[in-house]
């Protein structure tokens, strides 16, 4: 009986996994789900399946750092595109840029909207590199 016991223990273990986010041989991977057949787990990822021993389970379990599970980590296309040149990221940002430019560039008085359209594009830049600072720490 304590050998069920100590099974039912590690299936719980692997259990907790499902739906986190870890850093696991230098990618991030995401677990959707465990299946387990004799003394080999295999965890269930939105890429290739991870194989792990259940006989050495602390050992391991010690290659997988877990993330803070953010939308922004779960997909790693969206991390991708936050950290290399000629991305969404770098669209969106030139983007922002150029409406604070052409604003600042209008000829005339300086009214109320136009404070407030720059503010809310420098606004939007912020939360822009907030989202890509939150990515880089992730990948730490």
Request: aromatic residues 6%; negative net charge.
């Amino acid at each position: 009986m304590d050998n069920i016991d100590y099974s039912n223990q590690l299936d719980d273990r692997l259990e907790l996994m499902v739906g986190k986010t870890y850093k696991y041989n230098g990618g991030i991977i995401r677990v959707r789900d465990v299946r387990r057949r004799g003394n080999i787990a295999m965890l269930i990822t939105e890429g290739a399946p991870v194989y792990i021993n259940i006989d050495d389970l602390d050992n391991e379990l010690k290659a997988f750092k877990q993330i803070d599970d953010n939308m922004l980590v779960r997909d790693t296309r969206i991390v991708d595109s936050l950290l290399y040149s000629d991305n969404i990221y770098d669209v969106i940002k030139n983007t922002l840029l150029d409406v604070v430019k052409r604003i600042d560039n209008i000829e005339g008085e300086y009214t109320v909207q136009r404070a407030q359209t720059s503010i809310n594009a420098m606004d939007k830049l912020i939360e822009l590199e907030k989202a890509r600072i939150t990515a880089l720490i992730s990948l730490k």
